[in-house]
């Protein structure tokens, strides 16, 4: 039975847990996922929150392998002349171009959003960060879900008791949240590049998608003060 992504390709470049698992549901759907990791590879430092400690462990763990199953993988030095090389090789043949990585960081690999449109405007672009690039002060921060989707929303003071410490969220919980959303824009940006030949940036981020998800005490708050904690 086809898939509806079928055909599609998609070259991620991520980390943790709400990029890769966001290229993991369009590889669900049938996408071609080429995941880029560096010497050495980019899982081992969820251990932590995988409860293993050590990197070979959580790639062999079911946290490991729910969000990178379904994928084929390359490792690369984007330092590298021969890195550089292999990724736009890459990038030419795809359709989508994945990232959860800082902003700067992607743009001091020459990787940025814009500047990868500029090169392959057929690409559809899909940047997910901590909190936005909307010149706000944590513009580029590292973002994870406690703070970015669970605290900065509010989400946790809304579900705290007001007497107490809020609760922890589950690892993995906000991030999954957020990566359908990004799942959400780049399908929609595929459908438009299906009709106009060209691709786009699209982003969201934890902080976004949290504000989202908190959004009828919020939006209370907004309309009666008086209303909600």
Request: aromatic fraction near 6%.
């Amino acid at each position: 039975m086809a898939l509806p992504l079928d055909g599609v390709k998609v070259v991620e470049l991520t980390v943790a847990v709400a990029g890769p698992a966001a290229a993991m549901i369009l590889s669900d759907w049938g996408a071609d996922v080429m995941k880029i990791e560096p010497p050495g590879g980019s899982r081992g430092g969820l251990g932590a929150l995988a409860g293993v400690e050590t990197a070979s462990e959580y790639q062999d763990s079911p946290q490991g392998f729910m969000d990178n199953r379904g994928k084929r993988s390359v490792v690369l030095d984007l330092k590298t002349d021969d890195g550089k090389a292999a990724i736009e090789h890459l990038l030419a043949g795809a359709d989508v171009y994945l990232s959860n990585l800082r902003d700067k960081a992607l743009r001091g690999l020459g990787l940025g959003m814009e500047e990868v449109s500029a090169r392959h405007p057929h690409l559809v672009c899909a940047l997910l960060t901590g909190y936005g690039r909307t010149g706000g002060p944590a513009d580029d921060k590292p973002g994870y879900e406690g703070s970015g989707f669970w605290a900065r929303s509010s989400a946790a003071w809304q579900h705290g008791s007001g007497s107490e410490y809020p609760p922890l969220i589950q690892p993995g919980f906000g991030d999954h949240t957020t990566s359908l959303s990004m799942v959400g824009g780049v399908l929609a940006a595929l459908l438009a590049a299906k009709t106009t030949g060209k691709g786009q940036v699209v982003e969201t981020s934890l902080m976004r998608t949290g504000i989202y998800c908190n959004g009828w005490p919020i939006s209370s708050h907004f309309a009666r003060a008086d209303v909600g904690r």
